[in-house]
């Protein structure tokens, strides 16, 4: 702070000299210090030497003792520091010279505590060259009288001494701008010249809000930008990904020929929601030996983390199927070589083969409804069905044997045709036969899944629907229906198998007969196949000896006749 | 024991499937899934329920009540009988549990 004040000091003594020598005006004021001005003329010519190097230090120096003015203490200091050579008893001029210099510092920079501590500034811009010089003399003494200002006496003198070249340096400019104003006025496009006013008049801060609306505007067009490669890139991983998903659903639920061996089969499709990559899947193919093999299944759940259990079960029974395994056998071997394999998840599953030389299907279902039959046929037998594979228990007991006459048709569909909701309850298999055989014969899968869509308020569950039909032509059986039981020691003896014989319309008789032959042949063997034939004229039972699990490929010959125990 | 009611359905599984697992956890002696309120059953909640009984062991038992005509038809075209036996009654159910 104090060294601030003598800075300042300085360089008001330093501006009053100039001024007073660039205004070498008329007369004097009345002052004696003109008389002193000529003795200062020596050390003021000795000085030049130092001066450069004080200036540039004293500038700064006036520059933050400015600043630091603005504080409340700050006038009083300078005030202090302006008087105090006032009362110095041996430098009359000093003061003087100090006081008027506050003058034309005050005119040039802003310095307005300065102003009150001058009360006569007018009269040292009149003063001439010499007067100048005699000022500085009296100041360079006055650090000898009070030590309060000792510190800048090795300053003030040089500093002082560049009066003259400061006051050259300030006219400078002045001598240089008349040159300027003729480049100025040169001709330039008056758009250009335009846009500098407007730049000159535009304040500060609505440059900065141009600048920044700018900035937010080269940040929404990057931000699109972005969002468009985006979003295309998107849609690429989309398609894709639907690629992918055609892929697999193609190999769960493929494109099939509208006749297979020698049947018609339709098949249709209808997920739940989404993308179509479920656990639904169905196949229908031609066997060697001219037969055509269906199968068609569900494993419970959705979503691309069961596909490859679905696909397993669904290749693993068609292999099964093609090297001639009968439908329950096939389920049967598919149940005990994947249950390990499915990760806890449960399979449903319907497989069926169409004879077309006898003209009749037999299908085995795991834990999926028998197929719709049309037209009428008596209702399936459902007691002491198989479970689904991967339920833990042993699937695949069941197989039924059918007529499938020309004219007549089979249709297996998964339970989400069954359970569509209807008001508050579901259709029911019962209902959805009854639409079926509404249908005629001639009708394909597609029809029956949009008559079902039709008159049904919401389809909770994917939908798959299979249908096969005899081709004009095939062998026209009588009808019968041969219903198939394995048995083995637990079934006959928690009461499954009496079930399923009073199930089969069997007499009680033929029934207990057949169950005691059925125990001799567990016994002996292990287990034993219950074998009931259902006609118009009644049910006769048999009971025969479980199936080989390989039977050589094409030459799956249909059941040998069971031995006849009852009638 | 735990007993259901209503449609057990895609948007109930998840909450059977864990109120199955905490019985089968607490390491009861036996468990019985009471249906009779239940109309209408899909695969995945049985297929929650034959996960529980697997997890239940050999030790200890399961057993469905289930009277409504259209979940006896479920069990019995899928064959889920042979899987968990199904009872008409809680008192039969019971029986079979305890052994």
Known sequence: MFRARVALVVAIAAMAASSALAAPGPGNTGHDSAKHAAKADAPAATAPAPAPAATPAAAPAATTDKQKKTKPDSPGQTKRAVQQPAPAPATPVA?????????????????????????????????????????????TRLPAVHPVTAVPAVAVAPTAAPAAPTQRHASAPAAKRPARHPRASQPSLPLIRNVEHILKVVPGWVRIALAALAAAGLLLLAGALHQALRARRLERDRRRLAADVGLLQSALLPALADEVGRARVSTAYRPAAGLAAGGDFFDVFALADGRTALILGDMAGHGREIVPFTALVRYSLRAYLEAGLAPRVALQVASSVLESQLGGHMVAAAVAVFAPDTGRLTYACAGQAPPLLAPAFPPSVMAVSSPPIGAGA??????????????????????????????????????????????????????????????????????????????????????????????????????????????CSVESSAAAAALLAAAELIARRGSAVLVVRRSATGATVGVDRPRAAILPVGRHAPAPAPAALAG | ????????????????????????????????????????????????????????????????VADHPYVLLIFEAGGLDSVVPLFATVDLAEAHVRG
């Open chain 2, 1 to 64: 024991m735990l007993a259901v009611s209503g449609e057990l359905d895609v948007s109930s599984v998840s909450e059977m499937r864990k109120a199955l697992e905490t019985l089968v956890a607490d390491r009861v002696g036996g468990v019985i899934v009471d249906l009779s309120e239940v109309s209408f059953i899909d695969s995945l909640s049985i297929a929650a329920i034959v996960a529980a009984k697997r997890r239940l062991g050999e030790e200890r038992r399961m057993a469905i």
């Open chain 1, 394 to 503: 042993v699937t695949g007991r069941r197989q039924t044997t059918v007529a499938l006459p020309p004219g007549s048709a089979a249709c297996f569909c998964t339970d989400g045709v069954t359970d569509v909701r209807v008001a508050d309850r579901r259709m029911g298999p019962d209902a959805v036969a009854a639409r079926f055989a509404a249908l005629g014969p001639d009708a394909g899968a597609d029809e029956l899944l949009r008559e079902v869509v039709r008159a049904s308020d919401s389809q909770p569950d994917d939908m798959a629907v299979c249908v096969l039909a005899p081709l004009p032509g095939a062998a026209d059986p009588v009808p019968e229906v041969v219903e198939e039981l394995e048995l083995d020691a637990e079934l006959l003896a928690d009461g499954r198998a009496t079930r399923f014989l009073a199930a």
């Open chain 1, 95 to 139: 003061t003087v010279a100090a006081v008027p210099a506050a003058a034309p510092t005050v005119s040039e920079a802003p310095v307005v505590p300065a102003a009150p501590a001058a009360p006569t500034p007018a009269p040292a811009t009149s003063k001439p060259k010499h007067h100048a010089t005699a000022r500085l003399v009296a100041v």
